[in-house]
Structure formats: structure tokens, C-alpha cells
């Protein structure tokens, strides 16, 4: 089974701050995906990463994918309150190409 | 175009009693997935279609959830019966489907379950 731990689990922080989040695994996955989730909707795909070692970035945000295609970061530079949600990341693997979500990071941006 | 639609988005049932989930996916979308999602964890795969036929139900409890794609469009999940362990977020999700590597996933609103 393969799993992806996020971390933190939580996190609360002023406007205009930096953070990051990370999500490592033992497993290595052929792809991974990043997704925001806000209250009552769905998850929303931000970015998709495949190559070891890439970086993509999203206006303000940057992933980057571990060389050996096991761990993942996200990284959001001067937090706005509109970046409050909850961060999931998922990993793609099998023939299926099913997607194995971590367990999220809540991000609250205080104003 | 339209997205994932699910319905209810909210359902109230006591322990016991039966519940089914709606999803009509994205037009021209093969495959389609239910997932669970309990407050603080990520999504849970349950089951994955590619258009009428299962693909993986390896997660889902059949003792008590079931569900099926019989015209490989829309779906339905049902719980039956229903216990308190199973209240959480049911997300419904679908993709193109094909050859690709990675073929993006679009998530429904999800229908909130509470069992009292």
C-alpha cells in the first residue's frame, strides 16, 4: 500500500508570511499532483509534476518534485488570506493511474 | 462546460438506515470514481470505473456499500445500512480516461453524510 504523509497537519500564519508544505512517501510514483480544497467543494487540481528534480512554478506558489520521484513541496511565498484551504497532495502509480491522496494540510492565512 | 455533478449535498440518517449518492460526470468522461473523505483525512478511494465496467473496488466495504455505472455515464453509491463510522464527505470524480500517463481528475462538490 502505498502512503504519503503530509506535514504539517496544520498551519497558521500572518498575511504576507512564507511557508512550506511537504509530502514524502517510501513509494515512488510516476507522477504527482497537488490540489487546494475549500469548504464544501471539491478538490481543484493546482499543478502536476512527473520528472524527478521538477520544479513548476504558480504565481506565487512553487512545487517542486524529489529527485528520486518519492517526496513533494510546496512552497508559498508572501501568504494571502485567499491561500487559506485545505493543501492535499496526491501520488499516481499503477496501471489503474489511481491517485493516493496525503492527509492534507490545513492552511489558515490570517489578515 | 459543466463540471461533476453530485446529489444530495447534505444527508442526515440514523445508524441503520439506507443512503445512495448521485454523480453524473464531466460529458465524455470514461472513467469515474467515488471517493470518501472523513474531517482531517484525504480522499479514500472506494471504487474506480472505466465506463460500465469496475476497474478496483478493492476499498470498498461490500457488506454494505454498493455501487454501479450501468450505462457508463452517471452513478450511484449506496450504503445499506448505514453505520456511524460512515459519516464523511463522499466525492465523486471523473477523468478522460485512455493511454496518458496521468489524466487529470475533477472532483465533484461531494454530498455530506452525518449518521446519528
Do not use: M
Amino acid at each position: 500500500t502505498q502512503l504519503l504523509e503530509q506535514s504539517p497537519q496544520f498551519l497558521s500564519i500572518q498575511e504576507g508570511e512564507n511557508l512550506t508544505v511537504y509530502c514524502n512517501s517510501s513509494s515512488v510514483f510516476s507522477s504527482l499532483q497537488w490540489y487546494r480544497q475549500e469548504p464544501g467543494e471539491g478538490p481543484v487540481l493546482l499543478v502536476t509534476v512527473v520528472t524527478g528534480g521538477e520544479v513548476k512554478k504558480l504565481k506565487r506558489l512553487t512545487f517542486q518534485f524529489g529527485d528520486a520521484r518519492k517526496d513533494s513541496s510546496l512552497h508559498i511565498t508572501a501568504a494571502q488570506p485567499g491561500d487559506t484551504g485545505l493543501y492535499l497532495c496526491a501520488g499516481a502509480g499503477g496501471s489503474a493511474r489511481q491517485l493516493t491522496f496525503g492527509s492534507g494540510t490545513q492552511l489558515t492565512v490570517l489578515p | 462546460e459543466a463540471g461533476v455533478a453530485q446529489s444530495p449535498r447534505y444527508k442526515i440518517i440514523e445508524k441503520r438506515q439506507s443512503v445512495a449518492f448521485w454523480c453524473n460526470p464531466i460529458s465524455g468522461h470514461a472513467t469515474l470514481y467515488w471517493y470518501q473523505q472523513i474531517l482531517g483525512q484525504g480522499p479514500k478511494l472506494l471504487i474506480q470505473f472505466q465506463n460500465n465496467g469496475v476497474v478496483d473496488d478493492s476499498q470498498l466495504p461490500k457488506d454494505r456499500f454498493s455501487a454501479e455505472r450501468l450505462k457508463g455515464v452517471d452513478s450511484t453509491l449506496k450504503i445499506q445500512p448505514a453505520k456511524l463510522e460512515d459519516s464523511a464527505v463522499y466525492l465523486c470524480a471523473s477523468s478522460l480516461g485512455g493511454t496518458a500517463t496521468y489524466n487529470e481528475q475533477f472532483f465533484g462538490p461531494g454530498t455530506r453524510l452525518t449518521v446519528l
